[in-house]
């Protein structure tokens, strides 16, 4: 894993470096929106679509969407209550809800499940997102964000926004393929492969570009360690419970428990801009959590 782990790594750390030294003197923002955009709206659906339609699913797809769910609210629970104890106000209270509950579980947890468990893993990643972290997010994440940041979320039906991504409409239709019977085309899978190759790279590269505004915002360290703790600590623990009472075991297990254990989602910061939430204390948890995964998720790996 910490061979898989460095090359990762290796890649984010690339983007970082653009952002500061930015050879194309270019705006390292615009240039992480163009990327991440034409991830979402092209190459993970393609990914997404290859997945899923080739994948195994059953009822174990449902114990890892559950897993995931109690997961994630687990540690919305968890960060709301802290907030309260600590009375921190709406933006901040919206920031630290969203950064301690939403792992990077496809960007991050894909390729490290795939090349540290074997290709059978890489639908446990998309099922334990798209299943289960991402409509969660549409619905209740952005009703909160919407809540503690003050705007009105009336104009984005957060059910209408499920119907708008298109990696989930991905999922949908690959997993009716799936379930239905119908057998993978060669010639379309093939196309599908090549476009979903471009995922990974792309957006390791562009959590790096994210990492900047991380590290200049280091004031807010002390407001996201609970962050920290939540989100690679207290929600594997939890995850990991819930496998155990459920049924999954060995590798399966582990897989989902690696998961839970990723970092804080990089596009979470899209969230927080829009519904004005503190933008730099989600920044500051992005990047304390990515650091700080290359420690724990090998200790994960190597205990289960």
């Keep these: 894993m910490i061979h898989t782990l460095m090359q990762m790594f290796a890649l984010i750390g690339l983007g970082l470096l653009w952002s500061w030294f930015n050879p194309g003197r270019m705006d390292s923002a615009l240039i992480r929106k163009v990327l991440t955009d034409t991830v979402y709206f092209i190459f993970l659906p ?6 899923l339609w ?3 699913l059953g009822l174990d797809s449902a114990k890892i969407a559950f897993s995931a769910a109690v997961g994630v609210l687990s540690a919305l629970f968890l960060s709301w209550f802290i907030c309260k104890r ?3 106000h709406g933006p901040v209270t919206g920031a630290v809800l969203l950064a301690a509950s939403f792992p990077n579980a496809t960007y991050l947890g894909y390729p490290l499940l795939i090349h540290t468990l074997g290709d059978w893993a890489g ?3 998309i099922q334990y997102d798209l299943f289960a972290c991402t409509p969660i997010l549409l619905t209740v994440g952005i009703m909160l964000a919407a809540h503690f940041g003050g705007k009105q979320a009336a104009r984005h039906n957060p059910f209408i926004e499920l119907l708008k991504v298109p990696p989930l409409i991905a999922a949908v239709i690959a997993t009716s393929l799936n379930l239905l019977g119908v057998q993978p085309v060669e010639g379309i899978t093939g196309l599908l492969a090549i476009m979903g190759s471009a995922v990974v790279p792309i957006m390791l590269f562009a959590i790096g570009l994210a990492l900047k505004q991380g590290f200049s915002e280091t004031r807010h360290l002390p ?3 609970p962050v920290s703790i939540i989100q690679l600590i207290l929600m594997p623990l939890i995850v990991l419970g819930t496998s155990i009472l459920i049924g999954l075991d060995g590798n399966l297990r582990t897989a989902v428990v690696l998961e839970a ?7 979470g910061v899209v969230l927080c801009d829009r519904y004005g ?6 920044a500051s948890a992005v990047t304390l959590t990515t650091l700080l995964s290359l420690i724990t998720l090998p200790l994960w790996y190597g205990w289960l």
């Design 86 to 88: 600590c009375r921190t």
């Design 223 to 225: 407001t996201v360690i």
């Design 54 to 56: 080739q994948a195994d």
């Design 123 to 125: 639908p446990v990643a």
């Design 277 to 282: 939430l503190n933008t730099g204390i989600y």
């Design 261 to 267: 254990a990723m970092p804080s989602m990089a596009l």
């Design 46 to 51: 393609a990914l997404v679509f290859n997945v």
